[in-house]
């Protein structure tokens, strides 16, 4: 407060203004006649009087008498009064409980809104000439032309409309002197005044000062009688009432009897049916199906997509509040007009520097959903993203936000505008054929200059139009001592980024694609109700052929599953209304709702990403054979086990490729999600069930053609181990590129090797169907280390490796004693006996030309890290493309 009190002060003595005035050559009557009457200066001279009355004698009722009459002063924009009135809050000279907030408010306002505040008591005088203390609304906007806004530079019914935005939610209420200057304040600088209670204007005037308001305006329900036989007269007079009513219409109370026993009959019925089914417990079967069945490849793909939509829409929706704000500007200007009428000294610039940064809200939404745009976009299937249709929607919102700014900062966005569609025409020639030499001659590199290891400067015309183009942006950047930043900048980064945008979407279009955006968008325009009709039959057409493929009996049975605890919970529920939940989503704000989903998916990829960064194993050259000294049987002699285990655990995190033979596989677990929905169901539902989503076992011949292969096939399996030829899918596979004749000929004998294996157990089966298609394994491979010249083979060295369910097409086909190579990581029981290992990849080195056995067989697994660096790579050449080029090997 004391720097600024020291910075009015000297801007007050550059412009000449003087404490003293006129007054002081009055005697003190004189000067508190004037006072009373509602002079500034006079008021500002008595202030300044007492204050010098109060180093002398009573200080404390001096120095209150002073504050009083500067808040006065201070009230009506006397800048004198307000320098005086921040010297009495910094030394706390007058100051008391009942002055404490206004003197606070009244020092704190800067010259603008002292200017504001001056002008806007002016136009009220001018708005009640009758000097009325409290003025209706519906008045006050009858007396606009007493305003004259025509000098102003607006007319009478801009005035008028403005006036009208101002008092918005205050219709059938009254405006004193107090509230007309807040809400001018704020309206100056940009702020929407809030929407105070509405009232009907059939009340009549406000109740004067002092008098209490009645609670509620809606009437209160009569209390219901507790006595259950009422004898009141009252009483007695309506139940007779209702007798003649029932005598008088016999068939209209036989109906509405009807009605409400059939209204509690459903009620009770309702509430019956979801006593009898177990809501709860279908709902956690459904639930915990559904999430049996995500995996990590359904998430990398659905939610990259949900995060682009989601801040696209949020992108269009900030776009359209921008584009509505500009009606707010135009209002702003208009009252701005009009006040300079009365207050000339008005800083316009720091007005509208007010707005700006009061309006900044939308565009900040704006440039957070863009940036996540940016980084879902490269990483997101394009084949599910309409690139060519959003491309012209992108160059529509360009034009749109750009007609959208204000005078001023179009001023100094129109070069910038032109620069950037030159730039952006002149990069995308480099899409032309490369018959149009010259065309193509305006994207042509000269040269590349790098810049560290990972950017590199390019050299071209696109670059150095950019390089202009950021010169403009740091021109409307420091205009106005960088308040020009959020003035001029931000709101024209609305336009920079739909266009750039545009650009990076018009590179994954085809020129078919726009054909048919083009010709679609006319048949919008133009034949509307031909294409809503067409559109209709192509729907219904489509839903047809997706109902036939998808079998229309599953998709009704899946559905109506689901639906019934759904249908139950809201049925039950009768105060739920879809009006209201969407009520309460505009209440929240549906950009803010969907920027906070989006930013929480990010926050968890991102962590995750971080996670897997600090998992990265290290390649080892570990060989099997030292590991086993260090913490194998040699080691447990010397050392004891506790102490190798100890030990052996600095080679956690190892990431190894050893030899070995491979002994048996077996499961150790087994999960089907379906299987243990339908388990829990009725016998006659679960068979049915089971028949509509698994499979039937096959017509198979008599049993005695098949006993001499079922006794071969039992006789080869050991106990406890998995038959080399138990395999229940048909998909072979398809690491590396056979014939399609192999293709063919493998996958008719896994498809009769699995028909006979189901004859086999058909006869001892419970059902008639199964659904093992949806079992998922976690086997356990048995590998022991390769015999070298003069070391025995060591049983006690064997390690264990825990496979996931995609090795199982391999290892069940491998053979007892096959040379495998495998890839594991050394994590967990480390030193201990048979440790167990995470299968990374397996190969088998002697196994003949078998498609299911000769290739490696990998895990899979997403590599978030490449993924991440994509959309870095993808950020950065989106901002600076034509200058700057990251060189990020992904």
């Not at 504050?67 to 002063?73: G, N, S």
Request: hydrophobic share 40%.
């Amino acid at each position: 407060m004391q720097e600024r009190l020291k910075k009015e002060v000297l801007e007050a003595g550059e412009e000449g203004e003087g404490d003293e005035g006129p007054e002081d050559d009055m005697s003190i009557e004189e000067v508190e006649k004037r006072a009373k009457s509602g002079d500034a200066r006079a008021q500002t001279s008595l202030g300044r009087y007492y204050l010098r009355l109060a180093e002398e004698k009573e200080a404390e009722l001096n120095n209150c008498l002073a504050v009083d009459w500067l808040m006065q002063a201070s009230r009506q924009g006397h800048r004198s009064a307000t320098r005086l009135l921040q010297q009495c809050w910094i030394q706390r000279k007058g100051i008391s409980d009942d002055n404490e907030q206004e003197v606070c408010r009244l020092s704190s306002e800067s010259r603008f809104e002292q200017a504001v505040r001056k002008a806007a008591m002016m136009m009220f005088c001018q708005l009640n000439p009758d000097g009325k203390k409290r003025m209706a609304v519906t008045e006050m906007l009858e007396n606009v032309g007493q305003v004259n806004p025509a000098r102003g530079g607006a007319t009478a019914d801009q005035a008028q409309k403005v006036l009208e935005s101002m008092v918005t939610g205050k219709s059938g209420q009254f405006v004193d002197l107090n509230d007309f200057v807040e809400i001018t304040k704020q309206y100056a600088q940009g702020i929407a005044p809030t929407a105070g209670p509405k009232l009907d204007r059939a009340q009549g005037p406000a109740p004067p000062c002092g008098e209490k308001q009645p609670r509620s305006l809606v009437p209160k329900k009569p209390k219901k009688s507790h006595g259950s036989w009422g004898m009141g007269r009252g009483r007695m007079m309506m139940d007779t009432k209702r007798h003649f009513m029932i005598l008088q219409y016999p068939l209209s109370t036989v109906l509405e009897v009807k009605d409400q026993l059939v209204d509690w009959v459903s009620r009770a019925g309702v509430q019956w049916l979801s006593a009898i089914i177990p809501t709860q417990h279908v709902n956690t079967l459904i639930f915990f199906f559904i999430i049996s069945n995500l995996t990590i490849d359904l998430f990398a793909f659905v939610i990259p997509l949900l995060v682009f939509y989601l801040s696209f829409i949020s992108m269009v929706i900030c776009t359209l509040r921008i584009v509505q704000s500009g009606k707010a500007w135009e209002n702003f200007s208009t009252l701005t007009a009009l006040l300079t009428r009365f207050e000339p000294g008005l800083d316009m610039e720091q007005a509208e520097s007010n707005f700006g940064w009061n309006n900044l809200e939308p565009y900040l939404y704006f440039l957070l959903s863009v940036f996540f745009v940016i980084f879902s976009f490269p990483v997101a299937d394009k084949g599910w993203i309409p690139c060519s249709e959003l491309s012209t929607v992108a160059i529509l919102f360009t034009a749109v936000s750009y007609k959208s700014l204000n005078p001023s900062a179009a001023t100094y966005a129109k070069w910038a505008l032109i620069t950037e569609v030159a730039s952006s025409a002149c990069f995308l020639t480099s899409l032309l054929p490369d018959s149009a030499v010259f065309l193509r001659m305006l994207s042509h590199t000269f040269t590349t200059l790098p810049l560290g290891g990972a950017v590199v400067l390019k050299l071209s015309l696109p670059c150095l139009l950019y390089v202009y183009l950021f010169y403009r942006f740091f021109s409307m950047a420091r205009q106005r001592g960088f308040r020009g930043t959020y003035c001029f900048l931000v709101p024209y980064l609305v336009c920079f980024m739909w266009c750039e945008f545009s650009v990076v979407l018009l590179q994954n279009s085809s020129p078919v694609g726009l054909i048919r955006t083009c010709v679609a968008y006319f048949l919008f325009l133009f034949a509307l109700p031909v294409l809503a009709v067409g559109l209709a039959g192509m729907l219904l057409i489509q839903m047809f052929r997706w109902f036939l493929e998808l079998e229309l009996t599953k998709m009704i049975v899946t559905l109506a599953v689901c639906a019934v605890p759904v249908t139950l919970r809201l049925w039950t529920r009768f105060g739920l209304s879809l009006m209201d939940v969407v009520r309460s989503m505009s209440q929240r704000g549906a950009v803010k709702l969907i920027l906070c989903c989006v930013t929480m998916v990010m926050v968890f990829f991102c962590t995750y990403v971080y996670h897997s960064e600090g998992l990265q194993e290290y390649n080892s050259a570990l060989t099997w054979r030292q590991y086993g000294d260090l913490c194998g049987p040699p080691a447990w002699k010397e050392k004891g086990m506790a102490q190798t285990q100890i030990f052996c655990t600095h080679l956690d995190g190892h990431q190894v490729t050893w030899r070995g033979r491979f002994l048996q596989v077996r499961v150790v677990e087994t999960e089907n999600g379906a299987q243990s929905v339908i388990n829990l169901l009725p016998i006659f539902m679960g068979d049915w069930l089971r028949c509509l989503y698994g499979e039937a076992y096959p017509k198979c011949d008599p049993p005695g053609s098949t006993s001499n292969s079922t006794s071969s096939t039992d006789a080869s399996n050991p106990p406890g181990s998995i038959s080399n030829s138990t395999s229940t899918t048909d998909t072979p596979n398809t690491n590396r590129n056979p014939t399609l004749a192999d293709n063919a000929g493998t996958a008719a004998l896994l498809l009769q090797q699995e028909e006979e294996e189901l004859c086999v157990i058909k006869s001892l089966a419970k059902h008639k169907c199964h659904v093992k298609r949806f079992d998922s394994y976690v086997l356990e491979v048995g590998v022991r280390m390769p015999e070298e010249e003069g070391v025995p083979v060591d049983p006690a060295r064997d390690i264990k490796l825990v496979a996931s369910h995609e090795f199982r097409q391999v290892l069940l086909h491998l053979e007892a004693g096959s040379l495998v190579e495998f890839s594991t990581t050394l994590r967990g029981r480390l030193g201990g006996q048979v440790p167990s290992f995470e299968l990374k990849a397996i190969h088998c080195l002697d196994c003949d030309s078998s498609q299911l056995t000769a290739s490696r067989q990998v895990k899979i697994e997403r590599d978030w890290r490449r993924t991440t660096l994509s959309s870095v790579k993808f950020a950065f050449d989106f901002f600076f493309s034509p200058i700057l080029s990251a060189q990020i090997d992904v």
